[in-house]
């Protein structure tokens, strides 16, 4: 049994890993602000502490004595980032770099840390599936926040020896990702619109493909990435290498819900990226991950949620 920190575990993400580490005995600590997560979320069984992760001194008493840290504070809105760019790179970077500063002062050496990074590094993909060698050429503040992260990481591993790694969410979905947010995925607005017979909105042609990946098999690869964590520092993506269009994904709603959806077709999203989907393999390989969930039984899950 391990003590953990898990930096942002009322949220989304977070609240499913902590779930899966009380579950396989681990004492379980949370760092978080409550600011997009809710008490709710937390798992039973783990112990909150709510504070600010982008202030040094708090996350210095959060990680006492903790064998390993999952950093996943952050404001992962791109929108709320374009509008709020200081104030975001505060929670977004430095207190990433806060995060790693503590880790560097262990009491039995440096403690290991697996952290949320994005496919948002890569920006517009020139060549999918994407691998972790492509170019990083983020198009927001938030992708060049998380693209910092891993800079520092790096850093962190060549200068004080901190063994991290860093993962490469991309499109998450499952249940508690909240449909009623204005910077909600598209997976929990339509199949919340769907359950409210409600039309859905496809921006564009809807031939746009996503890598969207269930929340179950981003949870199992950070449990084994955090063993994996090294002063080398690796990124991986945590992807299933399959693209899914929209209008696939509106079938596939469909499917599982057994109601044909009401499309409304709008224009384009201003900068909408066309095609993303990562390469699987080197997470695969590294990691030993098993074959993600399929998206019609992620779906299944997201609507009994709803
Ligand atoms: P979320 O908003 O549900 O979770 C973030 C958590 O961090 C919340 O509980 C929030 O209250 C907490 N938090 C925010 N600012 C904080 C602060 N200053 N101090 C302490 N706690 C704070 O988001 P999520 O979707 O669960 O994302 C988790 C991580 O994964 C983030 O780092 C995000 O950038 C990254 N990520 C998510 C996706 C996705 O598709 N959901 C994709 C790529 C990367
Ligand atoms: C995600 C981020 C986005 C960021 C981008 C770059 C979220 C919710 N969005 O966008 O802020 O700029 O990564 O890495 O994390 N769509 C519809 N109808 C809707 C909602 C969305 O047609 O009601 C379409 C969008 O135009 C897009 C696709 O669905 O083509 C996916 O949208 P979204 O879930 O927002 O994810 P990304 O576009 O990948």
Redo the contacts with the bound molecule.
Sequence with gaps: MALLLV?????????HLCAALVARGDEVRV????????RA?LAPGASLLV?????PATVRAAMQGVDGCF???????VARCTEAWLETH???LS?TIAVLDAARAGANGPIPVA??????IYGVPELVPLDEDAPARPLSA?GAD?LGCELHARVAGVVHGVPSVGL??????GP???PRSPYS?VISIFCERLARAQPIAVHGDGRQTRDF?YVAD?VAALLAALPAARAEAPVFNVCTGQPTSLLELVASIGRVCRTPPQVSHQPPRLGDIRHSVGSVLRARQALQLAPPVALDDGLAQVIAWL
């Design positions: 930096t942002g575990g009322c949220g989304f993400i977070g609240s760092l978080d602000d409550l600011s997009t997560g809710s979320n504070g600010n992760v982008a202030d950093h996943l504070a952050a404001i992962a809105s505060r929670i977004n207190a952290y949320a990074s994005s496919a948002a938030y998380k490469r969410f991309f499109n998450v979905y508690r990702q909240d995925g990946v981003v």
